[in-house]
């Protein structure tokens, strides 16, 4: 079970917005600690999609964009496309674990 | 352009200990730490623990503490992980990622080791 919470699995048509939530407490998100965003394709490493909340990586398209409040934090995907579809993970830091933790992963399928 | 090579995958008894080594290249290396994170077979991503590369400080996840040890070697720019008393729960794909600081975001990746751990 892990920290911080998110839904197994998202999916959307092509062109969609879809959003993949985050849940944590007021040990970790909620403390104030920022939330990262990690994309994964099966077989491969993940690749970081947003830091700090809302920041945007270079190289990674202006559709995807990131948002905290209060112990929760969002992925958001506008204009869906087939290269999405993959495994996404949030990451944060929690003081009562003194311990990064992520998110279980949610899996976007693109339909 | 920023690289981190890892070293090749490993098979191993359990109760016996594998050592992984992440070789970066493309930046100063003392400037950001390294982070391990693995992945056992269909799950999520766990993180390991975090090394400072500039002074060796290290802090580690308290389920492996005791059984997790990372060291740096400025002179080839290359980090190690080393866990013992391995597990067949220890099976899992293992990634090293560059962390400029504790609890910070992994910004690359090394291209992961395998490691699986059997009787």
């Known amino acids: 079970q892990s920290v911080l919470t998110q839904p197994p699995s998202v999916s959307g048509a092509p062109g969609q917005r879809i959003t993949i939530s985050c849940t944590g407490s007021?040990?970790?998100?909620?403390?104030?600690?920022?939330v990262h965003w990690y994309k994964q394709i099966p077989g491969t490493a993940p690749k970081l999609v947003i830091y700090?909340?809302?920041n945007r990586p270079s190289g990674v398209p202006g559709r995807l964009s990131g948002s905290k409040s209060g112990s929760s934090a969002s992925l958001a995907i506008t204009g869906l496309q087939v290269e999405d579809e993959a495994d996404y993970y949030c990451?944060?830091?929690?003081?009562?674990?003194?311990?990064?933790?992520f998110g279980g992963g949610t899996k976007l399928t693109v339909l | 352009q920023v690289h981190l090579m890892q070293s090749g995958g490993e098979v191993k008894k359990t109760g016996a200990s594998v050592k992984v080594s992440c070789k970066a290249s493309?930046?100063?290396?003392?400037?950001?730490?390294i982070s391990w994170v693995r992945q056992a077979p269909g799950q999520g991503l766990e993180w390991m623990g975090w090394?400072?590369?500039?002074?060796?400080?290290?802090n580690f996840a308290q389920k492996l503490q005791g059984r997790l040890t990372m060291t740096t070697d400025t002179s080839t720019n290359t980090v190690f992980m080393e866990l013992r008393g391995l597990g067949s729960d220890d099976t899992a794909m293992y990634y090293c990622?560059?962390?400029?600081?504790?609890?910070?975001?992994?910004?690359?990746w090394g291209q992961g080791t395998l490691v699986t751990a059997s009787s």
């Open positions: 493309g930046y100063t290396f003392t400037s950001y730490g």
């Open positions: 990451q944060s830091y929690d003081r009562s674990l003194s311990s990064v933790v």
């Open positions: 090394i400072n590369t500039y002074n060796g400080n290290t």
């Open positions: 700090a909340n809302g």
């Open positions: 007021r040990s970790n998100i909620g403390a104030g600690y920022d």
């Open positions: 990622a560059r962390s400029m600081i504790m609890g910070g975001y992994g910004d690359f």
